[in-house]
């Protein structure tokens, strides 16, 4: 890569690698919506590059000639807006006063300017090249981020996050989204090959949950046998079997038992022996697993199970598929027998708990955790179903709860304020601990309430790489960092 400039500051793409030829045919286009004419006129792969830049460190421009249609400057401006970046009128005839244009916008970046543009617009390399910008070509058939002396030559826009952090890499920078330790996040793209793509990472950090087409839980989920990924996925996966050295955070079958409400709630159990010294518990819920709401003897495996009514019906699986997040609180017995929960489901323990949910996060060994609203006691929900003759409420967890009006604690008067109500973080870090140890991942997340009147801590769900959205950028990334560096050097001595 010898005579190219330093490592990549800042990106200008050309409106000639943007804007499609005639207006592409778009399936909102009926819709009188400003962004869908947008996409009529875009790339199909503009927006993608668009969002992914946005989400960099990278200062990032569109460039436009001066005879460019008005109604097509119009849409770059528009779309500069959207994205929150410039927009700067580039006149071969005045080169010069373009590069100060951009320098005043941009100040001190820190690197070169790479500039896209297509192989249609071969007058203004030259040009440009002089005045130390990286030229990198789109649409050179057969290339695949190719180098030479003084230009890059890519085939596809989505080709373009790669390509810049394959020469920020070659000279010790971090392109995308770089943290002050020195943490970058590449996005992979299964729309593209992924070996090349992996060449350039350290550590692969998936979401793999998010990839599932089914599960079969009639057989183990120690195999993986059970889950059907996506064929992207599927292409991942076979590339970590056949690179064992690749650091995964964390490995597929690591993440098995999160997927199955039954086997999370076996393995909580086990935390049974777990106490500090004000003697408070920390558990998982009662429960019960059914195939069939009609089958015999349900009213005494229930009790034999300490269940009672109200309970809380889950699905086994517990993500990745349709309905895995369709939920009901059934309050009769007799309920049971209509009810439209997938099958084989979990019957758990409704805890009265005051609306209140603390939502843990689990960061190698950091632990965070943030207050949430959530579902009222059980005297309040069966004030909600009463009006329904006390039928069951059904909902989809991810959108929706069964909430109260008002006031979102019981109606008997006890708050949230509670003394048993103070949440023990010492209780709680240690069964943070013994998951990681027993789940042996890096990064997960927990849900847990706290019981009226006993003060019971009770873990109501566990799950694979959680949002973070409740702690803090600058919290959340360096753990990060030291979870992910910790799993890396681990791998690297083993």
């Known amino acids: 890569m010898a005579g190219v400039g330093g490592v990549v500051g800042g990106v200008i ?5 943007l804007l499609a030829s005639q207006q592409l045919q778009h399936p909102d286009s009926s819709s009188s919506s400003h962004s869908s004419s ?69 100040r001190n970046i820190g690197g070169c300017i790479l500039y896209l543009v297509s192989n249609k617009k071969r007058d203004i390399y030259p040009k440009l090249s002089k005045c130390g910008w990286l030229i990198t070509i789109l649409n050179v058939e057969g290339s695949s981020a190719c180098e030479n002396s003084s230009m890059v030559y890519i085939n596809k826009l989505q080709e373009l996050p790669l390509t810049i952090c394959h020469i920020n890499r070659k000279r010790g920078a971090f392109p995308m989204y770089p943290t002050q330790d ?59 079997e056949h690179h064992l050295d690749l650091c995964v955070i964390d490995p597929l079958n690591y993440i098995y038992p999160v997927l199955d409400r039954l086997k999370i709630q076996q393995i909580l159990l086990g935390l049974e022996d777990l106490k500090t010294r004000g003697c408070r518990a920390i558990r998982g819920p009662n429960f019960l697993k059914v195939d069939d709401f009609n089958q015999a003897g349900l009213i005494q495996s229930l009790s034999e199970t300490k269940l009672a009514l109200p309970s809380i019906v889950k699905p086994q699986v517990a993500c990745g598929v349709a309905d895995s997040h369709s939920m009901a609180i059934v ?22 708990h005051s609306s209140t949910l603390y939502k843990f996060y689990v960061l190698g060994e950091k632990v965070y955790h943030a207050v949430k609203n959530s579902t009222p ?118």
């Open 38 to 106: 947008n996409c009529a006129f875009f790339q199909p792969d503009a927006h993608f590059l668009l969002r992914k830049l946005r989400h960099s460190n990278i200062p990032t421009g569109i460039s436009y000639g001066p005879g460019l249609e008005a109604h097509k400057v119009s849409i770059l401006k528009e779309v500069a807006t959207q994205y929150s970046i410039h927009c700067f009128i580039l006149d071969a005839s005045s080169i010069d006063d373009t590069t100060r244009e951009v320098e005043l916008a941009w």
């Open 13 to 17: 793409l050309d409106e000639s690698v």
């Open 331 to 352: 309050f009769r017995v007799e309920d049971f027998k209509e009810l439209t929960v997938p099958l084989p489901a979990i019957i758990q323990e409704y805890v009265d």
């Open 182 to 240: 020195g943490l970058m996040f590449v996005p992979l793209t299964f729309e593209l090959p992924l070996s090349p793509q992996l060449q350039e990472v350290d550590v692969v950090l998936h979401k793999a949950t998010d990839e599932i087409i089914s599960i079969d839980l009639n057989s183990s989920l120690q195999s993986s046998n059970t889950i059907t990924y996506s064929r992207g996925m599927q292409e991942l996966q076979r590339y970590m």
């Open 377 to 494: 006691n059980a005297d309040t929900l069966m004030k909600l179903s009463g009006s329904n003759e006390l039928k069951p409420l059904v909902f989809d967890s991810l959108k929706s709860l069964p909430t109260a009006k008002g006031n979102p604690n019981s109606g008997d008067g006890n708050s949230s304020k509670d003394t048993d109500h103070c949440i023990d973080l010492e209780l709680v870090t240690s069964a943070a601990n013994w998951l990681m140890r027993k789940l042996e991942l890096t990064i997960f997340g927990f849900d847990v309430v706290i019981q009226e009147g006993t003060g019971d801590h009770v873990i109501v769900d566990v799950n694979y790489l959680p949002s973070f959205k409740e702690v803090p950028n600058e919290v959340a990334i360096p753990a990060f960092w030291d979870a992910i560096k910790k799993k890396f050097e681990l791998k690297r001595t083993t």
